[in-house]
């Protein structure tokens, strides 16, 4: 009987298993690593840029780039795709009330989201990838919440580190939600002006002269 570990390749496949086929089929993916391990890289592994079509392939040539090199997965959201990212969307594992349990600002819409779901590459987030019709203003729209996590609403053209990590209960197919995101979207820009100090101009009221003074007391009199 064979005890050995499974390789970093093996984990990496069983990982890869688990992506919906509906993102596999896009040709928008690119490996990453860096630091961060997050930075898009090109079939070198040299930090590329994004945006350009040119340093985009398939799923199956990233994956094989990936495996060769020991680098990450990730994907440049095409139009009619969002994605949830839930940062530090978990309490610590030695929490006293919540050991590890989801955080209650991302409850709601991990419950209501029927679409695949992932934990990050720390494993304290969550990506949600959603089909939808609508997107956030530029790349992404972003609320932070009183304990500084946060969830950042990703659209076309924004990177993400796909990691196949499947997030228990949730399925494999990706869903079309352009009503959450809409009334995610609303939500996050109710908070956060409602966050932000008021930028209005306070109205005061210029000092009285002479006259104004000897009017108003002549009148009280």
């Excluded at 020991?70 to 030695?94: H, Q, R, T």
């Excluded at 992932?118 to 992404?140: C, Q, T």
């Excluded at 924004?158 to 809409?182: A, S």
Aim: glycine share 8%.
């Amino acid at each position: 009987m064979n005890d050995s570990m499974p390789s970093s390749s093996d984990k990496t496949r069983a990982l890869a298993d688990n992506i919906p086929t509906q993102l596999k089929r896009l040709s928008s993916w690119m490996t990453c690593g860096g630091d961060s391990g997050k930075a898009p890289t090109d079939s070198k592994g040299v930090k590329a840029d994004r945006h350009l079509p040119s340093n985009h392939r398939d799923f199956e040539s990233a994956l094989a780039e990936c495996l060769k090199r020991g680098n990450g997965l990730g994907l440049v959201l095409p139009v009619g795709y969002s994605c949830f990212d839930c940062d530090d969307a978990f309490y610590p594992a030695d929490d006293p009330l919540h050991p590890g349990q989801l955080k209650r600002w991302f409850k709601p819409l991990v419950a209501r989201t029927d679409s695949y779901t992932e934990r990050s590459l720390s494993g304290n987030g969550l990506h949600i990838f959603v089909e939808s019709a609508v997107s956030p203003d530029g790349e992404k729209e972003a609320l932070t919440f009183p304990d500084g996590s946060k969830l950042e609403l990703l659209g076309p053209g924004h990177f993400v580190r796909v990691t196949g990590d499947l997030y228990e209960g949730k399925t494999r197919e990706i869903k079309n939600h352009t009503d959450i995101v809409t009334q995610s979207l609303k939500e996050i820009r109710e908070k956060r002006e409602a966050q932000e100090p008021s930028t209005k101009p306070k109205t005061t009221t210029p000092p009285m002269t002479d006259e104004e003074i000897l009017v108003q007391l002549q009148t009280s009199g």
